[in-house]
């Protein structure tokens, strides 16, 4: 079955810290990989995604991702994190072209960023 | 400009009431979906229509019956409320059907069936 998983249900670093979100995914042929964020009673945020070529993408507010196809991961990173950071990150996964556009989203990760 | 907007932003109902939640979009985009938010945060696709054509209708209840009225539009009426289908309803577009396109979502409708 297709999926994806976030380990982690909370992050939690200090301002100025690296940060890293994880996500793995589970799918025959290619994945499409997105990263969305949820700030507080709002919707999702497009953050950055994967759909071929360069491994390292990078997207909004200085995040980026790095797709490793041998170990089906695809973490979000930043090098620095900032106390507006927190918040609800979703990693989500489209595949093949019979999904008619249906994405599968992780669990989400809630990121803490301490000042 | 708002790209993706949904109306109401609250709904509080007893159970047993009908209630719609109304999405309009205007990025253009062909395609626009419906998920599920629950308490617990987790998010699950409930419909996706493509120029006005439902495409997925993903084990909702029929309860549940979106319309659209056109492809900017994409309304969710919910028959007979339960105390179950307290949540918070996004709605969302893309480009279209293509799998690398990313989704715009809406502020939410928090339902609360009380």
């Known amino acids: 079955a297709q999926s994806v998983a976030q380990p982690e249900d909370q992050v939690n670093v200090a301002e100025g810290n690296p940060l890293t979100v994880k996500c793995t995914y589970s799918?025959?042929?290619?994945?499409?990989l997105f990263w969305y964020v949820q700030y507080p009673n709002r919707g999702l945020q497009f953050l950055l995604k994967?759909?071929?070529?360069?491994?390292l993408v990078k997207g909004s507010y200085g995040f980026e991702a790095e797709f490793n196809k041998s170990q089906t991961s695809f973490h979000l990173k930043k090098p620095s994190a900032l106390v507006s950071d927190s918040a609800l990150y979703f990693c989500?996964?489209?595949?093949?072209?019979?999904?008619?556009?249906?994405?599968?989203f992780g669990d989400g990760t809630t990121l803490t960023v301490k000042p | 400009d708002t790209a993706v907007s949904q109306t109401p932003k609250y709904l509080v109902t007893q159970m047993g009431n009908d209630k719609s939640i109304k999405c309009e979009q205007n990025?253009?985009?062909?395609?626009m979906y419906w998920y599920k938010q629950d308490s617990k945060k987790f998010l699950k696709i409930m419909f996706s229509?493509?120029?006005?054509?439902?495409?997925i209708n993903e084990t909702v209840p029929n309860r549940f019956s979106p319309k659209s009225p056109d492809k900017a539009h994409l309304n969710l009426h919910i028959n007979s409320l339960e105390l179950g289908d307290s949540a918070v309803y996004f709605c969302?577009?893309?480009?279209?059907?293509?799998?690398?396109?990313?989704?715009?979502f809406g502020p939410g409708t928090r339902l609360t069936v009380l």
């Open positions: 969302a577009s893309s480009q279209d059907l293509g799998f690398y396109n990313e989704q715009f």
């Open positions: 799918v025959s042929g290619n994945p499409y």
């Open positions: 994967y759909i071929t070529g360069d491994n």
């Open positions: 989500a996964v489209r595949w093949g072209n019979t999904n008619a556009g249906k994405s599968t």
């Open positions: 990025l253009g985009h062909d395609t």
């Open positions: 229509y493509n120029n006005k054509e439902l495409i």
